[in-house]
């Protein structure tokens, strides 16, 4: 992917994932009332309010193009609720996760090298090349 197109997308997702954040605790867009009976009862938990905050945090890691792929893995398992949601319940704004999880997915890939280790195998009860005990192993008494 060009860096410009990097650059664009980050930045893209960043803001959409900002102001929904933001929206989350000050409302600067409006939201349709009466809220769908599972949001509200996000809502009435509390639980939102911390979804809201891992949002603004990793908005605010992509938009200074800090630490991109810890903002992308704390993004991916928000904007997956969001898809399920609006596949589910709310199939009217589905547009808006198909954008979401096109942008998240493009970066995601274009760090794809940060996420390597999480799917390299590893065989665990092998020692590691220097002859020491892999992790998690202890050393056998000599």
Do not use: C
Request: glycine share 8%; net charge positive; aromatic share 8%.
């Amino acid at each position: 992917m060009p860096p410009r197109a990097v650059g664009a997308a980050r930045v893209a997702l960043g803001l959409i994932v900002l102001l929904g954040g933001i929206n989350g605790f000050v409302r600067v867009v409006p939201v349709p009332e009466p809220l769908h009976p599972f949001v509200q009862l996000l809502v009435d938990s509390g639980y939102v309010y911390a979804v809201k905050a891992v949002e603004i945090t990793a908005a605010v890691l992509l938009l200074l193009d800090r630490r991109r792929p810890l903002a992308l893995a704390l993004l991916w398992p928000v904007v997956v609720n969001i898809a399920l949601f609006h596949l589910l319940l709310d199939p009217r704004a589905g547009i808006n996760a198909v954008i979401l999880l096109g942008l998240l997915g493009a970066l995601t890939w274009h760090d794809r090298h940060a996420f390597a280790p999480l799917f390299a195998e590893r065989r665990f009860g092998s020692a590691s090349p220097a002859g020491s005990p892999a992790r998690g192993e202890r050393a056998s008494p000599a």
